[in-house]
T-cell receptor, first 110, second 113 residues
């Protein structure tokens, strides 16, 4: 079953913060976050494993609440380059087959 | 550049035809995944191969098949094509299974007329 992402879309000004949520009805082994720009391939941002630590990448970080089967992606001091569609992909076992959420469209304006 | 290559970049064909999409994984990666992305369905997992063997199957139609060769490149075969098969097809690779990052290729854009 597909994880649910919220919000579906968000518009920010440069320097503002955003949070994107990903929620699953199944117990999760891992959560993967990707950013995709229009017409391009999804680009890997980070992976969170069951029992693992919160990950960070520059000004983008994420958390994974195993009990609630939820993950959140935190974008701080957003830059124009952060614009794109963010997808979470969830795996319910170690096989790594990912089920992707519907995506969150993020637009950062000057 | 993720290191994953896919050919061709674009493909235009007619209904009822058969096409083959090719993917070369990153050097050293043993797992290959195929995904389909369409406007109304989002990113859908099709199939995974690990070191030449099928590992997992997702929403892959019976008209579609794939294989991974000894040199680890993979091919996705789509036959009896329908208009609804028009989509972006991505290949991704990872170093293994068990919580590894997947790196996506640039995709093949298929248009069925």
């Amino acid at each position: 079953q597909q994880p649910v992402q919220s919000p579906q879309a968000v518009i920010l000004r440069e320097g503002e913060d955003a949070v994107i949520n990903c929620s699953s009805s199944k117990a999760l082994y891992s959560v993967h976050w990707y950013r995709q720009k229009h017409g391009e391939a999804p680009v890997f941002l980070m992976i969170l494993l069951k029992g693992g630590e919160q990950k960070g990448h520059e000004k983008i970080s994420a958390s994974f609440n195993e009990k609630k089967q939820q993950s959140s992606l935190y974008l701080t001091a957003s830059q124009l380059s952060y614009s794109g569609t963010y997808f979470c992909g969830t795996a319910d076992n170690a096989g790594n087959m990912l089920t992707f959420g519907g995506g969150t469209r993020l637009m950062v304006k000057p | 550049d993720s290191g994953v290559t896919q050919t061709p970049k674009h493909l235009i064909t007619a209904t009822g035809q058969r096409v083959t999409l090719r993917c070369s994984p990153r050097s050293g990666d043993l797992s290959v995944y195929w995904y389909q992305q369409s406007l109304d369905q989002g990113l859908q997992f099709l199939i995974q191969y690990y070191n030449g063997e099928e590992r997992a199957k997702g929403n892959i139609l019976e008209r579609f098949s794939a294989q991974q060769f000894p040199d680890l490149h993979s091919e996705l075969n789509l036959s009896s094509l329908e208009l609804g098969d028009s989509a972006l097809y991505f290949c991704a690779s990872s170093g293994g299974t068990g919580g590894r990052a997947q790196y996506f290729g640039p995709g093949t854009r298929l248009l069925v007329l």
